[in-house]
């Protein structure tokens, strides 16, 4: 049976295309080639492409490494680590409930 493609939202479309160019433009800036920014994220150069592209199906940790690699700030860390926000968070997530369970409706049983 053939796959149904997956369908994204109109932002996810154009964060992604943004976010490939974005990495295009720092990568010819810095005046690296296809090949050499590939090389140096250990993927294909077809795989560049499609991410460059803005192609969902690439995994997000190629993404942020590859511009990383290119030198496309992904967060507004003004640290050399984003482990300062990474515990902030893990602070925040603590506060709340480990899971969320939908509430049980009860049952009208007064017939």
């Known amino acids: 049976m053939p796959r149904t493609p997956r369908t994204y939202s109109r932002v996810t479309e154009e964060a992604l295309s943004l976010l490939g160019k974005q990495?295009?433009?720092?990568?010819k800036l810095r005046r690296m080639t296809e090949i050499e920014l590939a090389e140096r994220a250990g993927i294909a150069r077809s795989t560049l492409q499609r991410l460059e592209r803005g192609d969902p199906s690439v995994e997000i940790?190629?993404?942020f490494e590859a511009a990383r690699l290119a030198g496309v700030h992904l967060f507004d860390?003004?640290?050399?680590s984003l482990a300062p926000q990474i515990e902030r968070l893990d602070d925040k997530l603590a506060l709340?409930?480990?899971?969320?369970r939908v509430k049980q409706r009860s049952v009208k049983d007064d017939f």
């Open 23 to 27: 990495i295009r433009l720092a990568r």
């Open 61 to 63: 940790g190629l993404v």
């Open 77 to 80: 860390a003004e640290e050399p």
């Open 96 to 100: 709340l409930p480990k899971s969320i």
